[in-house]
């Protein structure tokens, strides 16, 4: 079975570097084809795809918040951390990650519970 | 890049079928048959109810289908229920990847 985790703070002020951590279990990111991405989801909002690391540590990311994201894998940890820096209220997000199973675009299945990150002086 | 484009909603009676539209550009849902389509009941995460265009993930109801013609995918619910009350998302390959602005679908 597979299941994920989201973990980080849930209040950041502007400005500052927000970490989120999923960690999961169930399959392994050295796994040939496998990776695990970070959608988000502000309030009554839609899904906002993030970022995508895979098992050979090939990185995608969303054009438009690029410069702002970097994501990472931890093989030994089964964790993957996304960084976004300079946040602003408008990040205000439930921030979710995913796994993929197949490198190349067949989709997100499961997905971790979500964690609320809310950016506010 | 452009969110792809959903109707805001849907609705449909109990046992009807309901059809949800979305249309990306030939840069991503016409380019790729990799869209997939995502359930997402009120304060729940997104499920996955159709990958690769038309393909059910195993314990999804046959009673959801999807479709694609050009740059318009559509997922289809046959004989409607009450629980598949939620908002829909379409999601589409395109390098990185799109999700669409949602649909929410209201059973009467």
């Known amino acids: 079975q597979i299941t994920l985790k989201e973990s980080g703070p849930t209040l950041v002020k502007p400005t500052q570097t927000l970490t989120l951590t999923c960690t999961f279990s169930?399959?392994?990111?050295?796994?040939?084809?496998?990776?695990v991405g970070w959608i988000r989801q502000p309030p009554g909002k839609a899904l906002e795809w993030l970022a995508l690391i895979y098992w050979n540590d090939d990185k995608r990311y969303s054009p438009s918040l690029k410069s702002r994201l970097t994501i990472t894998k931890d093989t030994s940890k089964n964790q993957v951390v996304l960084t976004m820096t300079n946040m602003d209220p408008v990040d205000t997000a439930t921030y979710y990650c995913?796994?993929?199973?197949?490198?190349?675009?067949?989709?997100?299945?499961?997905w971790g519970q979500g964690t609320l990150v809310t950016v506010s002086s | 890049q452009s969110a792809l484009t959903q109707p805001a909603s849907v609705s449909g009676s109990p046992g009807q079928s309901i059809t949800i539209s979305c249309t990306g550009t030939?840069?991503?849902?016409?380019?790729?048959?990799?869209v997939s389509w995502y359930q997402q009941h009120p304060g729940k995460a997104p499920k996955l109810m159709i990958y690769?265009?038309?393909k059910r993930p195993s314990g999804v109801s046959n009673r959801f289908s999807g479709s694609k013609s050009g740059n318009t995918a559509s997922l289809t619910i046959s004989g409607l229920q009450a629980e598949d009350e939620a908002d829909y998302y379409c999601c589409s390959y395109a390098g990185p990847y799109v999700f669409g602005t949602g649909t929410k679908v209201t059973v009467l």
């Open positions: 169930g399959f392994s990111l050295s796994t040939s084809g496998v990776g």
């Open positions: 690769e265009v038309s």
């Open positions: 995913a796994h993929s199973w197949v490198q190349g675009g067949t989709g997100f299945d499961p």
């Open positions: 030939s840069s991503d849902v016409g380019s790729y048959n990799l």
